[in-house]
């Protein structure tokens, strides 16, 4: 029966740990770190993610806005907004909340962040930072990723971890992260044309399933006593549930929880921990702004 990592209780003390630090900051005579954070449309998914990490930023005392445009902004006019957000010594950091309206190239918006800013990571300054192991900012979600299995006290080093999903958001950053001699493991990425994916699986020690398919993962996919991270966040339709839907990630998590070693529930294993290192990324915008 694995141990059940759990995302809250650890994101909670990392949540505590920048709280500290952001105490510290601002007795120092600084500003609160600020974080602004771009809001285009009207996706209630999206809206319900940013009041979430509006509200833990000011949890941790990091001051922030929340830009809210109309879906129809023009892609000049918000290229606009982020050059001042650039321009303002008050901002430490900048996230634009993805996905954008189909109008908008969110590539080119993203680019148009200064990478020092970019608390998300997902510039392309920063993606290159973090394969060349240089200082950086690294999206959140590997980031909580692999603070879970640190503070889990999982072994990396020289272990196989598979990570399914090649993602710009969270397979490949997490399989740079992985390779840092800090970590040591050894890594393959998974997609879609992977052959063999339940025997490579087979082979994890730590297994990441980051694909987006409701319950992907079976039994027989995993080593006993492996470390499954379930990053899947997956919407099922059932009438049941008050909200009309559940939540629920790519791994079996009934099945797989009897022969794992550790295993993240989905929600409230890996989902907590993306917004605790975003508040972390946005304590170290606010250092190196100065
Ligand atoms: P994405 O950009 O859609 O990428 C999905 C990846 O999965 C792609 O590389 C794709 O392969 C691969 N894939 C799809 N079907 C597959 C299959 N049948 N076999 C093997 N590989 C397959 O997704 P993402 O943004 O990385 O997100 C993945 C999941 O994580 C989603 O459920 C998302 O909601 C969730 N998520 C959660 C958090 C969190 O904080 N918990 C954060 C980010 C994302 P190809 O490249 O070949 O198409």
Redesign the pocket.
């Given at each position: 029966m694995a141990t059940i990592i759990d995302g809250k209780a650890i994101a909670a003390e990392v949540r505590s740990e920048v709280r500290e630090d952001v105490a510290k900051w601002t007795a120092d005579g600084h500003a609160p770190p600020y974080l602004a954070v771009i809001l285009v449309g009207d996706n209630p998914a999206s809206a319900s993610y940013v009041r979430g990490k509006i509200k833990a930023s000011q949890d941790a005392g990091i001051a922030g806005d929340t830009l809210k445009f109309d879906a129809s902004i023009s892609e000049k006019a918000l290229l606009s907004v982020i050059q001042d957000l650039n321009d303002s010594p008050h901002v430490s950091g900048i996230l634009v909340q993805l996905p954008l309206p189909g109008h908008l190239d969110s590539s080119r918006i993203i680019a148009a962040l200064n990478p020092d800013k970019d608390v998300d990571g997902l510039h392309t300054v920063n993606a290159g930072r973090l394969v060349t192991d240089s200082q950086g900012f690294v999206p959140?979600?590997p980031a909580?990723i692999v603070e879970l299995l640190r503070r889990s006290n999982i072994p990396t080093e020289g272990q196989h971890a598979v990570i399914?999903?090649?993602?710009?958001?969270?397979?490949r950053p997490l399989a740079s992260l992985l390779l840092r001699k800090q970590y040591n493991a050894t890594v393959t990425v998974?997609?879609?044309?992977?052959k063999n994916?339940p025997e490579v699986c087979r082979t994890a020690d730590i297994l990441v399933?980051?694909?987006?398919?409701t319950h992907?993962v079976s039994a027989d996919m995993i080593k006993p006593g492996a470390a499954i991270i379930d990053?899947?966040?997956?919407r099922v339709e059932d009438p049941k549930h008050k909200r009309g839907y559940y939540l629920t990630?790519?791994v079996d998590y009934n099945a797989a929880k009897e022969l794992a070693g550790y295993i993240t529930p989905?929600p409230g294993?890996?989902?907590?921990?993306?917004?605790a290192m975003l508040l972390k990324n946005t304590m170290t915008a606010a250092k190196l702004l100065g």
């Amino acid at each position: 029966m694995a141990t059940i990592i759990d995302g809250k209780a650890i994101a909670a003390e990392v949540r505590s740990e920048v709280r500290e630090d952001v105490a510290k900051w601002t007795a120092d005579g600084h500003a609160p770190p600020y974080l602004a954070v771009i809001l285009v449309g009207d996706n209630p998914a999206s809206a319900s993610y940013v009041r979430g990490k509006i509200k833990a930023s000011q949890d941790a005392g990091i001051a922030g806005d929340t830009l809210k445009f109309d879906a129809s902004i023009s892609e000049k006019a918000l290229l606009s907004v982020i050059q001042d957000l650039n321009d303002s010594p008050h901002v430490s950091g900048i996230l634009v909340q993805l996905p954008l309206p189909g109008h908008l190239d969110s590539s080119r918006i993203i680019a148009a962040l200064n990478p020092d800013k970019d608390v998300d990571g997902l510039h392309t300054v920063n993606a290159g930072r973090l394969v060349t192991d240089s200082q950086g900012f690294v999206p959140c979600t590997p980031a909580g990723i692999v603070e879970l299995l640190r503070r889990s006290n999982i072994p990396t080093e020289g272990q196989h971890a598979v990570i399914l999903g090649r993602s710009h958001l969270v397979g490949r950053p997490l399989a740079s992260l992985l390779l840092r001699k800090q970590y040591n493991a050894t890594v393959t990425v998974c997609h879609s044309r992977t052959k063999n994916l339940p025997e490579v699986c087979r082979t994890a020690d730590i297994l990441v399933a980051a694909i987006g398919r409701t319950h992907f993962v079976s039994a027989d996919m995993i080593k006993p006593g492996a470390a499954i991270i379930d990053v899947g966040i997956n919407r099922v339709e059932d009438p049941k549930h008050k909200r009309g839907y559940y939540l629920t990630g790519d791994v079996d998590y009934n099945a797989a929880k009897e022969l794992a070693g550790y295993i993240t529930p989905v929600p409230g294993g890996v989902g907590p921990m993306t917004i605790a290192m975003l508040l972390k990324n946005t304590m170290t915008a606010a250092k190196l702004l100065g």
